[in-house]
């Protein structure tokens, strides 16, 4: 009763971010090539008045790719977002969002100047109040149409170019789904013809940033919707887990008692309809995903191929995977080894590193063992498992980040696969964002995990792994300032000695008194004191 009550409160709010912002939908805006709507706060483009922002050119990144994807030109997030803008708002100081109107990540306040960080739970760890209103926020967003933002069910081509427009409303949480399943979509070839070989969120550099950005965002969206700043999206932490403890009506909803691949009529997940999970059709009718209702959510969970899959992770497996030192490593993509990337995602093995195309492991594993809709990538983010999921696979990200500190340089700058490199723009964000902008700190972006609030470096030896990692690739400066110290020492050593000579010399030839009378010394008390 009282999460319907809840629930129907919540009705009240308003929101907005996500991929294509109504403001920037038009044949003009689409012609033009033109996102840069006007800030309500000030009425002018990105609020340039009050100093927001303004709008620029897009200026895209030249780095060459890698072989993975052989065209040019014929899949629209080429060049992200070329196709459809090449001018948005640049946001100045802490002011983020497609107009400039809201602030960046870690930031709040009237001026986006306030620090703030917020800290997400393990979702055992919520208080019932708190279960209880993520549930209700998850509902809202499922039923709450999107004020900010529409999806496109066409391609440019489809669309003449911008010159007639095909949009359609979404709601707040499907807009996310939609987003993914954009993201990770084959490339229409024409006639029947796709390229299956491309993903620009997966199988590459790109993965953990991606999804980082894409939780964060998602947060705002509900901090919004419900005006419940403090809002963080809750984790489950599946290390040595031996069933799907989250699968029951209290949490994210028990299997049905008549059939195993539906959820219980208890859950508020069993009303739900999914959305765009019918690839094939898609490809075949080379189109879209338009987000219409395909059917009830679907879940397994265990039922998977045990082959593929044996078992859950476990703390090992996490324990392996940090202890690599790569971030990415060779094509940099699903067949990379010793790559911590690629071990995380699930295409290496969690005892090696080495890739292995027939084992599904780690982040790959827990889709693969819910056995239903999260089992595929394009269509997995309509279970709100996914958000656990991938909250707590982010937060093994974070503690890589901790342990080895990289510089940006870490994150490779060409020859990942499209999309993938440092600085090209993620795919389908607007307003826009680069890979590189992710690969920092969870705390640089206002956010920590309570499980790493008080972890400390294993050993001296991991604290300063990073700095001497850092100090190899250096090493001649480090050797060189090395060798002019030690001759500036040795200099001011020589010059040092010389004058103590001169001047112990000095000394002995003057006549100095082995004590002092009681005058002298009264004498010298007075002018010390003085």
């Known amino acids: 009763m009282c999460l319907v009550l809840l629930y129907c409160l919540l009705w009240s709010f308003h929101i907005s971010t996500g991929h294509f912002p109504r403001a920037c939908v038009s ?13 309500s706060g000030d009425g002018s483009p990105c609020g340039q008045l009050s100093g927001r922002g303004s709008c620029q050119d897009v200026v895209l990144s030249s780095a060459p790719l890698g072989p993975q994807f052989p065209f040019t030109g014929v899949d629209d997030r080429e060049s992200w977002p ?24 870690g930031f709040g306040g009237p001026n986006c100047a306030e620090r703030r960080l917020l800290v997400r739970k393990n979702i055992f ?14 509902n809202l967003a499922k039923n709450t149409i999107s004020p900010d933002y529409v ?7 489809q669309m003449n170019n911008g010159s007639t427009p095909m949009f359609s409303d979404i709601s707040i949480y499907d807009l996310f789904v939609w987003m993914h399943y954009y993201v990770s979509r084959d490339t229409l070839l024409g006639g029947s013809e796709v390229w299956s070989n491309i993903d620009f969120a997966h199988e590459a550099p790109g993965f953990l940033p991606w999804h980082r950005l894409f ?9 919004r919707l419900t005006g419940d700043d403090n809002f963080t999206i809750p984790y489950w ?8 403890a989250i699968c029951t009506d209290e949490y994210m909803g028990a299997r049905h008692p008549a059939n195993p691949n539906l959820l219980s009529p208890g859950s508020f997940f069993s009303s739900w309809q999914i959305i765009c999970s019918r690839l094939e059709e898609y490809n075949s009718r ?11 959510l679907l879940r397994n969970p265990g039922n998977n191929d045990k082959a593929r899959t044996p078992r859950l992770p476990s703390s090992a497996d996490v324990e ?20 911590f990337r690629n071990t995380l995602e699930g295409f290496a093995s969690p005892l090696t590193g080495i890739a292995d195309a027939s084992q599904s492991s780690l982040h790959n594993a827990l889709h693969i063992y819910m056995n239903g809709t999260m089992s595929q990538v394009q269509g997995s983010a309509n279970d709100p498992i996914f958000l656990l999921h991938h909250a707590f696979v982010d937060s093994i990200f974070e503690q890589w980040l901790r342990k080895y500190r990289p510089l940006q340089e870490v994150y490779p700058a060409a020859n990942a696969p499209i999309g993938h490199n440092r600085e090209s723009y993620m795919v389908p964000f607007i307003p826009l964002y680069k890979n590189g902008d992710f690969f920092i700190s969870s705390r640089d972006l206002g956010y920590d995990y309570s499980y790493l609030q008080d972890s400390v470096p294993d050993s001296f030896e991991d604290y300063i792994k990073s700095y001497l990692e850092q100090a190899s690739r250096i090493w001649q400066w480090l050797l060189g300032a090395a060798i002019v110290g030690a001759l500036l020492t040795a200099l001011l050593g020589g010059l040092t000695c010389l004058l103590c000579r001169r001047s112990r010399k000095q000394f002995s030839e003057e006549k100095q008194p082995l004590l002092m009378d009681r005058g002298d010394y009264h004498s010298l008390l007075s002018q010390s004191r003085l």
């Open 237 to 244: 932490d599946w290390r040595d887990a031996k069933d799907c």
């Open 215 to 223: 939780l964060l965002l998602w947060e705002k969206e509900i901090q």
């Open 320 to 339: 392996f995977c940090l202890s690599l030192t790569n971030y990415d490593s060779g094509p940099m993509d699903k067949s990379a080894n010793f790559s």
């Open 27 to 39: 044949s003009k805006n689409l012609m033009e090539k033109e996102c840069c709507p006007l800030w």
């Open 125 to 138: 760890d919520l208080s019932v109040p708190e279960k209880d209103r993520f549930l209700a926020y998850l």
């Open 82 to 105: 070329s196709v459809f803008y090449n001018r948005t708002c640049q946001c100045s100081s802490n002011f983020m969002g497609f107009d400039c109107g809201s602030c960046r990540f």
């Open 151 to 157: 999806i496109p069910t066409g391609t440019s081509g």
């Open 286 to 296: 080379q189109a879209l995903c338009d987000g219409t209702p395909e059917g009830p």
